[in-house]
């Protein structure tokens, strides 16, 4: 069974930077597709940044792009993700995500999620 942690959200005011982690407890980490999701209010879940199991590719939400950064750490089994001039628009809860050998990234497993709050 696949068991995702996130954690690192928190408030922070707009222009500030957050790095979210997220351990999974598998076997082989390396194996697996990561991703990061965010539901903000009243809206819908939507793809945030995408990292292969190998590390060598990655994607982001084009909302995103040149602000936010996806990482991986595969002695730890953790994925990160550095954000960057955080606007308010961030705010959501975001989601850790993962699959086995999945590229393009399709989410089969899911963290329980970390608030992110971006204050004016």
């Known amino acids: 069974q696949v068991q995702l942690v996130e954690s690192g959200g928190g408030l922070v005011q707009a222009g500030g930077s957050l790095r979210l982690s997220c351990v999974a407890s598998?076997?082989?980490?390396?194996?697996?597709?990561m991703g990061w999701f965010r539901q903000g209010p009243g809206k819908e879940r939507e793809f945030v940044a995408a990292?292969?199991?190998?590390?060598?590719?990655?994607r982001y939400a084009d909302s995103v792009k040149g602000r936010f950064t996806i990482s991986r750490d595969n002695a730890k089994n953790t994925v990160y993700l550095q954000m960057n001039s955080l606007k308010r628009e961030d705010t959501a809860v975001y989601y850790c995500?993962?699959?086995?050998?999945?590229?393009?990234?399709?989410?089969?497993?899911w963290g329980q999620g970390t608030q992110v709050t971006v204050s004016a």
């Open positions: 995500a993962a699959a086995v050998w999945s590229w393009p990234f399709r989410a089969d497993y």
């Open positions: 598998v076997r082989t980490f390396s194996s697996y597709s």
């Open positions: 990292i292969r199991w190998s590390g060598g590719s990655t």
